[in-house]
């Protein structure tokens, strides 16, 4: 058990440029989830996956965001024709069940300039 | 709304003393959950808590559910308990979002 991994720990990108991200959740986890921080917030959820299926997606997720859990295994989160409000930090988090606490990666922290 | 309130916002402490962290919620919830994350961002959870109390070495937490609150309780703290410490709860009615409260900013002073 390797925890949940994030790829890339930092991405630096010019509006308007597409980045995507990768989750590697714990691997006997089912449940996996998306949220977002910004400076001096609480995590925001953003979306929701058990196994390959995508259960919910919050509001704050716009159609230039898309996520995939292709296999039920690791998840993508792509963000098109970035904006500066997209910079915070994208955390990936994985459950095993309901009734079950969570368990976080270490996030991607994206900064559009 | 569906509100998730943490107290006190910032708490500053001299090593070895003892706090209570709060979190309110505003409707049931059948998940609810403390987190802290360290100065370098990594969110750590602390406790699965819907309701009742349990302990983890200096650290224990109980929730009421029927009064809709939660207590983090840190005993003898220590510098490393420095961070941002977070509640987060899924209500009956908002699927299986986890919704955070704003956090408790604890610094321990040695």
């Known amino acids: 058990d390797t925890g949940v991994s994030q790829d890339p720990r930092h991405k630096i990108t010019k509006r308007g440029q597409n980045v995507t991200f990768r989750c590697d959740p714990i691997?006997?986890?089912?449940?996996l989830y998306w949220y977002r921080q910004t400076l001096g917030q609480g995590p925001e959820f953003l979306t929701y996956?058990?196994?390959?299926?995508?259960?919910?997606k919050s509001r704050l997720l716009s159609d230039r965001f898309s996520a995939e859990r292709p296999k039920g295994s690791f998840s993508t989160l792509e963000i098109q024709r970035t904006e500066q409000g997209d910079s915070a930090m994208y955390l990936c988090?994985?459950?095993?069940?309901?009734?079950?606490?969570?368990?976080f990666g270490s996030g991607t922290r994206l900064t559009v300039v | 709304g569906i509100q998730v309130e943490q107290s006190p916002p910032d708490l500053i402490l001299q090593e070895g003393a003892n706090s209570t962290l709060r979190c309110n919620f505003s409707d049931s919830v059948n998940n609810l959950q403390w987190f802290h994350q360290n100065p370098w961002g990594q969110l750590i959870n602390l406790f699965y808590i819907p309701s009742g109390t349990k302990q983890n070495g200096r650290l224990s937490a109980t929730t009421v559910a029927t009064e809709r609150y939660s207590l983090l309780y840190i005993s003898s703290s220590q510098t490393t308990d420095s961070g941002v410490y977070f509640c987060a709860v899924q209500f009956e009615t908002s699927g299986s979002r986890l919704t955070f409260g704003e956090g408790t900013q604890l610094t321990v002073n040695p």
């Open positions: 996956f058990q196994n390959e299926a995508q259960l919910e």
């Open positions: 988090a994985s459950s095993l069940a309901a009734g079950h606490g969570y368990t």
């Open positions: 691997s006997e986890h089912n449940r």
